[in-house]
């Protein structure tokens, strides 16, 4: 059972490169995450997608972009890295049927990335 | 609107001692409650939900917790601590969005952070 499946798990970037990070799950979910996770902050929404084709701003949106490639597939891209964007980035997905409320989220490893 | 508070930033036990992580919520739907635990390095994994049916949920590893609406609590606890329960622990309040589109539904506790002591 893979679940959600991050890559990569770690990254280093210099001021300034783009890069994307990738997200895949195996669980025919519609809705799809994109969260931060800071020291003392908990997760913050970057982006969601609650089904194909569809994506929404979430608390922390400024510097990334998303895409909702599939039903699959959500990948966060970030296109001019800043040191401020160092943080450990979760995808998750959550089944929608039939209240999406009842639902817990699964989440995937997390990619670490550090930007210098 | 809804808010979650975790009244702990880090709670510190001995093992094979009670735990107790403090959850507090608010919101103007009839919510669902989750507790997720993290160890390092690793993903959020889910201990347990509340989705209105029983108000004592029993979770995965030995934990549970008791829905309290008049207090507006959603408390997580074990009778005995042990060691590989050191972690991080996230309570999540969701509602259903009755306005529709633009909100996931989804608030975030900050985190409590599981110390064991041996």
């Known amino acids: 059972n893979a679940g959600v499946t991050q890559n990569p798990k770690f990254q280093v970037l210099k001021t300034g490169q783009s890069m994307t990070l990738q997200c895949a799950q195996d669980?025919?979910?519609?809705?799809m995450y994109w969260y931060r996770q800071d020291p003392g902050m908990g997760l913050r929404l970057i982006y969601y997608s609650a089904s194909e084709g569809t994506t929404d701003k979430g608390e922390v949106p400024n510097g990334y972009n998303v895409s909702r490639l599939n039903k699959r597939e959500f990948s966060l891209r970030l296109e001019s890295a800043a040191p401020s964007q160092t943080s450990v980035y979760f995808c998750?997905?959550?089944?929608?049927?039939?209240?999406?409320?009842?639902?817990?989220?699964?989440f995937g490893d997390g990619t670490r990335l550090s930007i210098l | 609107a809804q808010s979650v508070t975790q009244l702990d930033s880090h709670v510190s036990v001995s093992e094979g001692t009670p735990v107790l992580l403090r959850c507090n919520y608010s919101?103007?739907?009839?919510?669902?409650l989750f507790w997720y635990v993290q160890h390092p390095n690793k993903g959020l994994q889910l201990l347990l939900k509340?989705?209105?049916?029983?108000?004592l949920v029993k979770g995965i590893n030995g934990f549970e917790a008791e829905f309290k609406k008049s207090e507006t609590s959603f408390h997580l606890t074990k009778p005995s601590a042990h060691m590989s329960d050191a972690a991080e622990y996230f309570c999540v309040v969701s509602a259903q969005m009755l306005s529709g589109g633009g909100a996931d539904g989804l608030t975030f506790g900050k985190g409590t952070h599981l110390i064991i002591q041996p």
């Open positions: 919101s103007s739907y009839s919510p669902s």
């Open positions: 669980m025919n979910h519609n809705s």
């Open positions: 998750a997905s959550r089944e929608d049927r039939p209240f999406p409320s009842n639902q817990p989220q699964h």
């Open positions: 509340y989705t209105s049916a029983a108000t």
